[in-house]
């Protein structure tokens, strides 16, 4: 083993592993037991078909795949051999099993996601948005004629579902300026299956505070079950239609069975094909599994598959077939398949997979921030079996975007690039991350850009103090939300780091404000305060009233078409700037960096810049 000081190790894991970025989003079976699902890798977006005899099968050839409604999500549906995926600018797309390519069944310019196709085939359901005003629209699928708005009037919606016999629909619905874990309400409407005219429409349940998600009918139709809020975690829900009466089937005390609704599409749990049993995911703060509950008994029982320890969505075919995202440390986030001796890979986000030596196995630790609060993160060290150094690393601090996210046990490229070249990492899931319950979860309201500073300036003393890593050679990194972080623990904290990273930070609250898409439109009202009320707060709070306050070094990211945090904010910051610094405006990136070539420049300056800093 060579003694070479750390940040200078030579690693395997080049640029271009790490920027093979990807994300597995929507995930269904059709009537024939195909497994159906949907993502992204390396910038270009897919959907593909699994079965045992045909293998894998890519469906939309050329033809972008995802919604365009917020954050997107909710990419497709797939009913009685027929899918229907959302498809950007290219409008809704129709595959059917004799088609040899999609069929557009829309022509116009709306915002679309999460289809669902009635039972008997006739209509197309939908989120569609312009950007102001949200609905659910209907289409015809045996005529040729333009959707219709069909279910209107609260600002957002998500997750609609038909029930099996087409005379229910129900959806989930939220209005500002509340985000949908705070407050999303599930509605039902009764239908006349043949036209779909709507007779009547109620609230089953939902308020702020008890927001209820995810209504999805039983093979039966006869029970409708949904997720709900009870005060700290959350419980499932069944409601018997004929009677009109609720049982808790599940109580949530410890851990969570959803997460925060950002995108469309998110799905936590699915019937079992005979309606005695429901598979769930039990979120418990970085991990989670995989459980089936017992409707007769409410009995809970894990699903055993240790190589994984986190799973993000999950869903049942009609002969019982669990698949499921799946990921670990060690292990590429991949599509699985419960089989009698364990599980089938059907995909993976990528193929090469570096030697495991040169994988940082995380660590996950807690400490006391300034006020005796409990903050959770989890510690990566510096690892290559080729290199030694005496001594403690230099290490990144991260702070996750949202704020309302959180950092999981799952592999990240990004983070084995930097650990196996010498550097430590810790990622910090500070006040306001989701999966600790809700008081941990909502503590953030009105204390951004004061709980999640002092947890990352106290989660930096933590692993200094644990002897993880040199405390005097550390920098602060964060996107978005957790660029935000960055910037005014520069300010609050001057000596706190030794530099900074901003991708696409929030730099200006006011801007944010008001600048912002539509679903985080109101999102600094609990964040920070209502305007005008709290302009005092907006002024302490954002970056860039206090840039000469930055002395570190800062390197700064940025998209080009940045519809959230707009580039704007990132100009009017580094043009004030008095410290070093680099800036990167990406042409043709948003939020969120997604070419190859655009991570990997990313990750080279990165680089560059902790060599110039740290070492």
Known sequence: MKQIPYGLWLSPIDETFAASRGRLNGLKWDTSDRLIFSGMLEGESFLYSFSQSAGLKKLNGQLPVGGTVGYGGGDFICSNDSIVFCAGKQG????????????RLTQDLYQTASPAI??????????ASDGKDDQIALLNLEKRSWP????????????????????HFAWAEWDHPHMPWESARVMIAELDPETAAIASVKQLAGSIGHAAS????SPDGQTLAFIRGNGEWEDLVLFDLESGTERRLIHGSGFELTIPAFAQGVQTYDWMPKG?????????GTRSDICLVTLANAEIEKIDLPDFTVFDTVAVSESGQIAAVAASPAAQTQVIVRTENGYQTVYRLGERLPDQAYLSIPREISWETFDGSTVYGVYYPPVNPNYGWVGLPPAFVNIHGGPTGKHDLRLSPEIQYFTSRGYGWLEVNYRGSSGYGSK????????????????????ANCIGGLGLADRERLIILGGSAGGYTVLNALIQFPDAFRAGISRYGVADLYSLAVDTHKLEQHYTDSLVGPLPEARVKYDELSPIRHVEKIQAPLAVFQGKNDPVVLPSQSEALISR?????VYRLYENEGHGFRSPETVSDYLKTVSD??????L
Do not use: C, H, T
């Open 577 to 581: 700037l008095k410290s070093p610094f």
């Open 118 to 127: 009635s039972p008997n085939g006739r209509f197309l359901a939908f989120v």
């Open 440 to 459: 941990y979860l909502i503590s953030l309201n009105g204390n951004w850009g004061f709980f999640d500073v002092q947890d990352a300036v106290s989660g």
């Open 276 to 284: 005695d049993r429901i598979v769930f995911l039990r979120i418990r």
């Open 92 to 103: 809704l797309q129709q595959i059917e099993r004799e088609m040899a390519s999609p069929r």
């Open 609 to 614: 810049f902790a060599r110039q800093y740290l």
């Open 148 to 167: 219709q708005i069909w279910i209107q009037g609260a600002d957002f919606y998500m997750q609609p579902d038909w029930s099996p016999d087409g005379k």
């Open 214 to 217: 995810q209504p999805r009918f």
